[in-house]
């Protein structure tokens, strides 16, 4: 009897936690990671009215998991077709309890995403096309994890430029925290 191929499926499993919550994910801090420090406030402030909040881009990314899940189990009629499913509807202040339920119903869904791919016994679904879409589930999950990707890039450029602002504790004391990444062998002065 022939064994099942799943070795694309396990390093696909292994890229999905990796984005998500891996130490040592090449492409810097996992989504897990970028969360940790993130208050409320943090979460529901935009930096420009025409920028999603760091909530909304978790709401965002649960929403994809959650579609995977679904097109996964055969559901081919489950989409995401208006804006309040894609990036939620949230108050200008989302409170801790908000906040929480946010981060947590982004880590069922993970969860949920590994576990029903568990329950595959090899890589040939991986060739099938996705309901509705005309991709196969093969691009699909690695969307996942490129989308994992860029929006954890946006929620690191989101906290920083939210820490400037002053929204968290800021971590600049003067005009002089702003001193050279070289250190101090290069007079400002000389630049501008």
Partial sequence: ME??????????????????EGEEAWHGPSVAAVMQDVTPDMASQRITPNTHSI?????HMTS???FCVKKMQGDATFDILTPE????????????FEWEALQMELSLSQEELIN?????DD?????????????????LLHGIVNHDTYHA??????????TFKGAGTSRFRDEDDFGSTYGDQYDREDYY
Avoid at 3 to 20: A, K, M, S, V
Avoid at 123 to 139: A, K, M, N, S
């Fill in 123 to 139: 890589d040939e679904f991986l060739e099938d096309i996705v309901p509705g879409r005309d991709y196969t589930y093969y691009d």
């Fill in 3 to 20: 064994q099942p191929n799943n070795d694309e499926l396990l390093r696909i499993i292994d890229l999905l936690n990796t984005t998500y």
């Fill in 116 to 120: 029903e791919l568990d329950k595959r």
């Fill in 55 to 59: 909530a909304e881009l978790i709401f």
């Fill in 64 to 66: 994809w998991r959650i």
């Fill in 153 to 162: 890039g946006q929620i690191q450029i989101l906290k920083k430029a939210l």
């Fill in 85 to 96: 499913k894609n990036f939620g509807q949230f108050p200008d202040k989302i409170d801790d």
